[in-house]
């Protein structure tokens, strides 16, 4: 890396700053004030065809502060750590706020929320890796793909690491501070038949380097993902089940967790709005968020806003049991936040899980999916199309990978359509499932 990051002092500069900055505002007239600042440094190297292709040294800061003049709300925000600059975001946020409409909802989270219990959640393991380094494992990785026979070209692999150090800071009193860590590496390989070209890709993803998977598997990964999707045909049209790859699987959780949260919902933009304490999927499936959980990807001991993180079970034995809901979101709906401004942290599964061998079995012919494509997803009515490849499924055996068609329903139904989740958990963020299938879609093929 460019220079040494010294994450300790980094923390009390950032502290300072945003100390600073809400003694600005509480002087220059603002009842309440809140202050979120971060300094991140990272290093990334790309590689393609055994050459390096970039280099990049990173290094980034900001700081954003809010105000509040009674129920008017202002913010500004900043790159510039000088003095100068803060006392001029700090000015701007209250020129805004002084010109903005009343908001009966505005306001920091209540004093007697804010966090207390903050543990070493051992989220920040840097790495020494000098650039020399990163670009040979980058090398590495990609050379391992291009030595399988069937492989014709390469995408290129990518390397990046980097730590961090945030600060949220408000007028309750409240300090909290948190240090991180983020490594990854990732391959793209391509091979070639008659048929034409396929590509595909593998990656790992860590806090702790320790923990990314070796270079020369993921490149090997790669090109047995891309190996396995030659000779791809169209599948034919009409109504199977389908398995959802578990990458893909976390993101049905991300829709799912988009409809229940608290913007969603006071906007009257959602497909489970007023449906708390309703049936939604099977009871035999529950989620779990785990903010708390030692190392994982998005753990923390509080919120956007300060609050005590907690573990929320948004869906319990099949029932919506909770919302997501930031402080301003939930006076909206007249509820309590549950912690979750700026989103939930570590989602779990609770289900009986099932080997990929019994989810083909049990969905005898059908499709599996392994990538989607486009974004046709409606948040209000739930509906649900994609563009997919993936393979066609005959008495529960693959048969041949499929390509340029589309998968239909709506999310309501596919929720309750669940039949099964697998044992084959992707553990690479902050979401961790296996495999779904899930009944009954539409397949728009040949």
Known sequence: MAQAFDASAQQALLIQRAES??????????????????????IGVSVRQGEVETVELSRDQGIAITVYVGQRKGS????????ASLLATVEKALSIARYTGEDPSAGL????????????????HPWALTTDRAIELALSCEQAGR????????????????????????????????????????????????????????????????????????????????????GARRPPTGTYPVLFDPSLASGLVGHLMGALAGGALYRQASFLCDRLNTPLFPDWFSLEERPMEIGATASSPFDGEGVQTRNNRFIENG???????????????????????GGARNLRITAPLSNPAALFEQMGTGVWVTELMGQGINGVTGDYSRGAAGFWVENGVVQYPIEEFTIAGNLERMFGALVGVGDDIDRRGSIHSGSWLIDGMTIAGN
């Open 21 to 42: 900055a809400l003694a600005m505002a509480k002087r220059m007239g603002a009842d309440a004030a809140e202050v979120g600042a971060s300094v991140d440094q990272g």
């Open 76 to 83: 500004a925000s900043s790159t510039d750590a000088s003095e």
């Open 109 to 124: 989270a209540d004093a007697a929320l804010m966090a207390t219990d903050i543990p070493d959640l051992k989220v920040h």
């Open 147 to 230: 030595e399988v026979t069937g492989i014709t070209q390469s995408d290129g692999a990518s390397l990046s690491s980097g730590e961090g150090v945030r600060v949220y800071a408000n007028s309750h009193g409240f300090v909290g501070t948190q240090k991180g860590s983020r490594h990854s590496l990732s391959c793209v390989l391509i091979a070639e038949d008659e048929q034409g070209m396929q590509r595909d890709m593998d990656y790992t993803s860590a806090r702790n380097p320790d923990d990314l998977s070796d270079p020369a598997a993921v490149g090997r990964e790669a090109a047995r993902r891309t190996l396995r999707r030659l």
């Open 319 to 341: 029932q919506i049991a909770s919302y997501m809901l930031s402080s301003y979101s939930a006076r909206r709906l007249g509820m309590k936040t549950t912690g979750n401004a």
